[in-house]
């Protein structure tokens, strides 16, 4: 079956210090792969898609960027982050290409609090 | 474009009662619609999705949801409710006939279910 992981759980970094989140599948391969990010416990605001290795499309202008070096690797980045960078940030996978009617698969997220 | 509007910020039940979340769309062709679910501190889980088809729509937990297509509604409901039911419930879309980045939902804001024993 598949699984998605995400780490750390928590995270408390001060302001303008870097940043690296990461995220992990398996048990599937050439996943779409997704970040978002959640205020407040609330709405979801997409961050980065990814269809493939080196593929990245960035939904909202910011501080943040995204890489995926390896299929099933998806790495949420900052050099300097700012006090809104803090949140709940979920990655999330779901099947390759045109099956849009299967559903997101989502890890447990992130919670990073900036200082 | 597509859209989804979840207009209750909190549903509030009783324990064994039944229960509805509300969920209104808007796409240009035809839909698919999803619910999840989430706990606190978790990520979101798939409860169930209308791809075609059956208008009621059977997930896990014991949940369903009526898809209307005149109403361009797809409200989750569950007959009997309970204590841990109690958690964050998302409604999202997608358009079928969208192109592009069409695999990509979008999702409510989310509705806050709160069942009192």
């Known amino acids: 079956s598949q699984t998605i992981h995400q780490w750390p759980a928590t995270l408390v970094q001060p302001v303008g210090s870097p940043l690296s989140l990461e995220c992990t599948v398996e048990g599937t391969s050439n996943p779409n792969l997704y970040w978002y990010r959640q205020a407040a416990g609330r709405g979801l605001q997409l961050l980065f898609y990814s269809v493939g290795i080196g593929q990245i499309s960035s939904e909202v202008p910011q501080n943040l960027s995204a890489s995926r070096p390896q299929d099933r690797q998806f790495i949420l980045s900052s050099k300097k982050l700012l006090l809104s960078d803090s949140g709940f940030y979920l990655c999330?996978?779901?099947?390759?290409?045109?099956?849009?009617?299967?559903?997101?698969?989502f890890g447990d997220g992130t919670r990073l609090s900036i200082l | 474009a597509q859209s989804v509007a979840q207009p209750e910020d909190q549903v509030n039940v009783a324990e064994g009662n039944p229960l509805t979340v509300k969920c209104t769309y808007s796409v240009s062709g035809n839909p698919y619609l999803f619910w999840y679910v989430q706990y606190p501190n978790r990520g979101l889980q798939f409860l169930l999705k209308y791809i075609t088809g059956d208008n009621l729509v059977k997930g896990s937990y014991g949940f369903e949801a009526e898809f209307n297509k005149s109403q361009t509604s797809f409200h989750l409901k569950k007959p009997s409710a309970l204590v841990s039911d109690s958690a964050l419930y998302f409604c999202a879309v997608r358009d079928v006939g969208a192109s592009g980045g069409s695999y990509i939902p979008t999702f409510g804001r989310g509705t806050s279910l709160i069942v009192h024993p």
């Open positions: 999330a996978w779901s099947v390759r290409g045109g099956a849009s009617n299967q559903p997101q698969h």
